[in-house]
C-alpha cells in the first residue's frame, strides 16, 4: 500500500516563510505526478499547484511568484516552498501522489495532511 506522508507545518508570521515535505513510501516515486492541494476552513479544496514527472510546474495563480514546487526522486519526496506568506494562506495542505498509465487510468495516493496558520 502507498503511503503519502507530509510534514513541515506549523505557525508563521505574515510575510514568512515555510517548507512543507511530502515522502511517498511503497511507489516508484519518479513515475508519480504530485499535486500539492490546500484546504481552509468551510472552503473547498483548491489545488495550488503541480509538479510532473518531468519536473515541470503549475501553480494557481493566488501563489504564483510566492510558492515553488520541487521534487527529490533520489529521496522519494516532494517539496512545497512559500514564501511572502499571507493569512489568506492558512489552510490544511495535502499532497497527492498520481500516477497515470498508458491508457489514461489514473491512480491518486493522498496525504493525511500539515496544517499551516499564517497569523501574527
Known amino acids: 500500500q502507498v503511503q503519502v506522508v507530509e510534514s513541515g507545518g506549523g505557525l508563521v508570521q505574515p510575510g514568512g516563510s515555510l517548507t512543507l515535505s511530502c515522502v511517498a513510501t511503497?511507489?516508484?516515486?519518479?513515475?508519480?505526478?504530485v499535486d500539492w492541494y490546500r484546504q481552509a476552513p468551510e472552503k473547498e479544496r483548491e489545488l495550488v499547484g503541480t509538479i510532473t514527472t518531468a519536473g515541470l510546474t503549475t501553480y494557481a495563480d493566488s501563489v504564483k511568484g510566492r510558492f515553488t514546487i520541487s521534487r527529490d526522486n533520489a529521496k522519494n519526496t516532494a517539496y512545497l516552498q512559500m514564501r511572502s506568506l499571507k493569512p489568506e494562506d492558512t489552510a490544511v495542505y495535502y499532497c497527492n501522489n498520481f500516477y497515470e498509465n498508458s491508457g489514461g487510468r489514473r491512480w491518486d495516493y493522498w496525504g493525511q495532511g500539515t496544517q499551516v496558520t499564517v497569523s501574527s
Open positions: 511503497r511507489t516508484v516515486f519518479s513515475l508519480n505526478g
